[in-house]
């Protein structure tokens, strides 16, 4: 079993920042990619930003040069700076782990969530 620890999230005004952790424990072994996805009410989770251990990032369209993810595989913990937030990222963001166990077994996890709200 993997556990996720997020926190980060709050109440900010458009435009201004947040900072999001997501600290994974337990039996990891080995991870691949750790990632960050948010559902807003009514609305499916979409991707937000993953990233491999290796560094390699993916990000929405819609967070392109204003989010920024990154990971520190000492820590087993992936960060999500977010800048010039608007109303539209108000959302719960959900942290997920993809690795390998000792097994060689496969496994993906997703965190609890933390709520990020954007409203003056």
């Known amino acids: 079993q993997v556990q996720l620890a997020e926190s980060g999230g709050g109440l900010v005004q458009p435009g201004g920042s947040l900072k999001l952790s997501c600290a994974a424990s337990g039996s990891i072994f080995r991870i691949n990619a750790m990632g960050w996805y948010r559902q807003a009410p009514g609305k499916q989770r979409e991707l937000v930003a993953t990233i491999t251990s290796g560094g390699s990032t993916n990000y929405a369209d819609s967070v392109k040069d204003r989010f920024t993810i990154s990971i520190d595989n000492a820590k087993n913990t992936v960060y999500l700076q977010m800048n010039s937030l608007k109303p539209e990222d108000t959302a719960n963001y959900y942290c997920?782990?993809?690795?390998?166990?000792?097994?060689?077994?496969?496994?993906?996890?997703w965190g609890q969530g933390t709520q990020v709200t954007v409203s003056s």
């Open positions: 997920r782990i993809e690795g390998q166990s000792v097994w060689s077994r496969g496994y993906a996890y």
